[in-house]
């Protein structure tokens, strides 16, 4: 079992940035891919930004160019966020994926984004 903590949503105005953390506890692998997804009001949850246990990154076109997926050390990812845009707005979701499967098994609780114009 994964524990996922997201933490720095909040309320920013339009062209500015934010930073979203998401701490993993439990138990967690070297080699998880790490995600961001988000769900705004009226919407599908939709994918944001992937980190696989190698490195490799993957956006979605929407914040490509604007959005960084990272990790600060073994336990937390980071989504920096610049840039932003009134329908960046949303809760955000980390998640985790294990190694051979095609799901995100592991969900945080979500963190609300609220970028005003």
């Known amino acids: 079992q994964v524990q996922l903590v997201e933490s720095g949503g909040g309320l920013v105005q339009a062209g500015g940035s934010l930073r979203v953390s998401c701490a993993a506890s439990?138990?967690?692998?070297?080699?998880?891919?790490m995600g961001w997804f988000r769900q705004a009001p009226g919407k599908e949850r939709e994918f944001v930004a992937a980190?696989?246990?190698?490195?490799?990154t993957v956006y979605a076109d929407s914040v490509k160019g604007r959005f960084i997926i990272s990790r600060d050390n073994a336990k937390n990812t980071v989504l920096q966020m610049n840039s932003l845009k009134p329908e960046d707005t949303a809760v955000y979701y980390c998640?985790?994926?294990?190694?051979?499967?095609?799901?995100?098994?592991?969900w945080g609780q979500g963190t609300q984004v609220t970028v005003s114009s």
């Open positions: 998640a985790v994926k294990r190694m051979g499967t095609t799901e995100y098994q592991y």
């Open positions: 439990g138990r967690t692998f070297s080699s998880d891919t």
């Open positions: 980190l696989s246990w190698i490195g490799n």
